[in-house]
């Protein structure tokens, strides 16, 4: 429209000045220093947070590539090359089942722990940055942007005074079960969309409540003479759970298993504390969850049924869940990554990335004081009866304290046998119970701020202090060798077409995954035998880590183990030609600084014939 396009002449004032500010505005630089400037308490909490999640990850920083945390060196190499496959999907090369791995049967990316939708997202960061830029990238951002959206719920949707909602989500975001799901556990620690769906799920109850509706009036001061539920906002609210739950799918199901079912708990003790509610609200909030559940079945209906029915997949778990209990005395124990925490605690669980229960007793007192404080509050005890429960949980079958597995039998027993749930971790249900203690607090500091008298100050500081000692340190890392110039070069392109299979020797194992670095630094462009995944190579088809090795892998793991060099037969030659077709193998490769490389080597010349040297590995095209 121009500037000299007719206005009406009987316009009111009041009416121009509305109709000008529905205009969309250019968002020039004036009024984004504004915008900041009105919101710099919250923008300064989120560089904190980003701040802190930046200094817990500096090891990396400096080379991803070359870097490597080094508690779990093993898992950041199988999630890189998961990072490598997802990102092969905006070249238009993905599937569900991926014979990248495990050639030529492949590995089902649903029954593994890929992240598919973060390893999309940053797809250009990987194939322009290499998928270690990416991993170490999404460590950061996971701790940071999980504090902040728990920030933001608390200060948003629960009203929280900022400096209570800044300790809560400090906890909710660095917790020691945080920092130590860091360790290469990307599924766990990508949490940020979990205050995305409490927000939601609030969003319907509230929108379903007819007595909300009418406090909050028709949103022009006017009260409504009869109260209904908001229907519009019920129905927006469903479709964006299930939109968020459906992403959260493709991200880390296991957190969304452990999100649902403390939602449970807190709904049905909610509705106990708070009976009217329950009777006013639940037909319409029933409805919503079921219609939000029927939206999310529509997308996720195929990729469920694919991981646990289709090729490839499993439906059991493959961990024991007497193995990975928490230690009842892990609960009052700082964590060993905190600054102040002790190595000596370490032995209360399975290994630096489940500190998931280290919580310390100052925080446990702390935490039980302020639930005493805020009494009978519906929030307040429904996060106490979630806690408890999750806590419980934590403890799998049988107690377990101080290393000694006791006769005393855990809430865990009555998930015993359940499809699905029983492979559930079952210290892994102490990380839901860290939002709803860092809940507890956060009320308890809002109440205190609020108020008057001592408790302005002694509350706050008590929950300080109480969080001071889980302050985490820096997450250890160390150097790792470089990859092969035969692969960083482009040189494997001589020995395998893009799409085909290369051996590298030794082969992959769970235990030694690092030739799958190979693939990932190539972005995944050829496949590989063997590796490190989950699939149905367990007895009777249950799930199983890695798969069974063939002679030839056997023989060449033995002399990769042992040195020497063995003396082959011809029938040991047949098996290896057998192996190599059965691999759909282009060549098989070998770097020339891989320890025993010389009687590898000769293993080697002796199955396949004269090697060819190209850049810094030998190769034997079969």
């Not at 009555?414 to 499809?419: A, D, F, K, R, T």
């Amino acid at each position: 429209m121009s500037s000299a396009a007719p206005t009406a002449p009987d316009a009111a004032p009041d009416q121009a000045v509305l109709a000008a500010e529905r205009l969309p505005r250019r968002l020039s630089p004036a009024r984004l220093l504004a915008t900041l400037s009105r919101h710099r308490a919250d923008v300064a909490v989120g560089l904190l947070f980003v701040a802190l999640a930046g200094w817990l990850t500096h090891g990396l920083w400096p080379d991803p590539a070359a870097r490597v945390l080094a508690l779990n060196p093993e898992d950041q190499a199988l999630y890189e090359w998961f990072l490598a496959v997802d990102a092969r999907a905006l070249l238009g090369d993905f599937d569900l089942l991926t014979r990248r791995l495990n050639a030529p049967d492949g590995v089902n990316l649903m029954t593994n722990t890929t992240v598919i939708a973060l390893g999309i997202a940053l797809a250009p960061v990987t194939l322009l940055l290499g998928a270690p830029v990416t991993f170490a990238l999404l460590a950061l951002a996971n701790l940071a942007g999980t504090a902040v959206a728990w920030y933001l719920l608390y200060t948003r949707t629960l009203g929280a005074h900022r400096v209570a909602a800044a300790l809560g989500a400090g906890l909710c975001g660095f917790g020691p079960g945080m920092v130590s799901q860091t360790n290469s556990h990307l599924h766990m620690t990508a949490q940020w969309l979990v205050p995305v769906i409490v927000w939601l799920v609030v969003r319907l109850l509230r929108a379903a409540d007819p007595a909300a509706r009418a406090v909050d009036g028709d949103g022009a001061g006017r009260g409504r003479t009869r109260a209904e539920p908001d229907r519009r906002r019920m129905v927006s609210s469903a479709v964006g759970l299930a939109a968020a739950v459906t992403a959260q799918v493709f991200i880390g199901e296991e957190v969304l298993f452990l999100c649902a079912l403390t939602l449970l708990v807190l709904a049905v003790t909610y509705a106990v504390t708070d009976r009217g509610l329950a009777r006013r609200a639940l037909p319409g909030f029933a409805g919503g969850m079921m219609l939000a559940a029927g939206l999310a079945l529509l997308v996720l209906a195929w990729p469920l049924w694919f991981q646990f029915a289709g090729p490839q997949g499993v439906a059991d778990g493959m961990f024991s869940p007497h193995y990975f209990s928490a230690d009842l005395r892990s609960w009052w124990t700082v964590s060993p990554l905190s600054v102040v925490g002790s190595d000596e605690a370490a032995r209360l669980t399975t290994g630096p990335a489940e500190y998931n229960t280290f919580l310390g007793w100052p925080l446990l007192l702390v935490t039980a004081a302020c639930a005493v404080w805020l009494g009978r509050r519906p929030l307040a005890v429904a996060c106490v009866v979630g806690t408890l429960v999750m806590g419980a949980l934590s403890l799998g079958p049988r107690v377990v304290l101080d290393g000694d597995r006791t006769a005393v039998p855990g809430p865990y027993t009555l998930l015993s046998g359940l499809p699905v749930v029983d492979g559930a971790l079952p210290m892994r249900f102490a990380l839901a119970a860290l939002p709803l203690i860092a809940t507890l607090l956060v009320l308890a500091a809002d109440r205190a701020l609020r108020g008057t008298g001592r408790a302005r100050r002694l509350v706050p500081a008590a929950v300080g202090a109480a969080l001071l000692p889980l302050l985490p340190a820096p997450l250890p890392t160390a150097e790792r060798p470089p990859v092969p110039e035969f692969i960083t070069g482009g040189h494997w392109r001589q020995c395998v077409e893009p799409g085909g299979v290369l051996v590298p020797v030794p082969l992959a194992t769970p235990q030694e995954p690092w030739p799958m670095r190979w693939a990932t630094a190539a972005d995944a462009a050829f496949g590989m035998p063997e590796g490190f995944f989950i699939g149905p190579y367990g007895r009777d088809g249950t799930a199983a880590m890695g798969t069974w090795k063939l002679p030839t892998s056997a023989l060449l793991a033995e002399v990769a183990k042992r040195g020497g060099q063995p003396a082959v037969r011809d029938e040991q030659r047949r098996q290896a030609a057998k192996d190599a077709e059965f691999w759909g193998a282009s060549c098989v490769a070998l770097a020339v600084d891989t320890p025993h490389a010389d009687s590898l080597r000769g293993t080697l010349e002796q199955l396949y014939g004269p090697s060819t040297r190209i850049a810094d590995a030998w190769i034997w095209r079969v």
